[in-house]
């Protein structure tokens, strides 16, 4: 079984403090993505790896960085929080399809989440 | 407008009934998913699917590619299936997912 784990369930931390929210896939999975999801807005991608050391941005990456120093992990890093980032945030990993199994490989699979509140 | 469009919005349904949740998008996909996700949870992969009809259990997920539409289906529902159910398509030639804005499904005993 694909397993993907979050560091913390919940998480309460105070307006300009840094941090950390973990994410280990044990499926060696090349692609790794960070989500925060909120009531009316659904799913947006704050950044996602799709290799050791490599970042891309997604769609709200302001206010966020990452880290992959190893291929199981990825961190989001808050650098100072504020209360617009109280959410749910998701980790997820996926395969990167090759052409032969393309549609088999890219299927993404998510972890617990974490709620972080910011006071 | 959305890429990805998922109707109803909200749905309550009573136990034991047939329940259908739509979602249509606007661009060229390899892949759809079905997600399901339950109060505080996290979210569970139900089906990915690029063509035709899948099965697992009471559900059923379908695919136009030319119609660019997908249904879910739950049969013989339950209080269980309960739960937050989430469209999301991987655009042709692409990692990132870009999602619906999910189906609230309520079913009452």
């Known amino acids: 079984d694909v397993k993907v784990t979050q560091s913390s369930r919940y998480l309460v931390k105070r307006t300009g403090e840094k941090v950390f929210l973990e994410c280990v896939q044990d499926m060696d999975h090349e692609n790794m993505f960070w989500y925060r999801q909120d009531p009316g807005l659904g799913l947006r991608l704050i950044y996602f790896s799709y290799d050791v050391k490599m970042k891309e941005k997604g769609d709200i990456p302001e206010g966020y960085s990452v880290s992959r120093e190893k291929k199981e992990r990825f961190s989001l890093i808050l650098e100072s929080a504020s209360t617009n980032q109280t959410s749910m945030y998701l980790c997820?990993?996926?395969?990167?399809?090759?052409?032969?199994?393309?549609?088999?490989?890219?299927?993404?699979?998510f972890g617990p989440g974490t709620r972080l509140t910011v006071l | 407008k959305n890429e990805v469009e998922q109707s109803p919005q909200n749905l309550t349904a009573q136990e034991g009934e047939f329940i259908t949740i739509n979602c249509s998008y606007s661009?060229?996909?390899?892949?759809l998913h079905w997600l399901q996700q339950h109060p505080g949870g996290g979210i569970v992969s139900l089906f990915m699917l690029s063509s035709g009809k899948k099965k697992h259990g009471r559900l059923i997920a379908t695919i136009n590619i030319q119609e660019k539409h997908s249904s879910l289906h739950i049969t013989a529902s339950h209080p269980r299936d309960s739960a937050v159910y989430i469209c999301?398509?991987?655009?042709?030639?692409?990692?990132?997912?870009?999602f619906g804005g999910g189906t609230r499904v309520l079913v009452k005993p």
């Open positions: 999301a398509v991987l655009k042709a030639a692409g990692n990132k997912l870009t």
């Open positions: 661009v060229g996909i390899s892949a």
């Open positions: 997820a990993s996926s395969h990167t399809p090759d052409r032969v199994h393309y549609s088999a490989r890219n299927e993404q699979f």
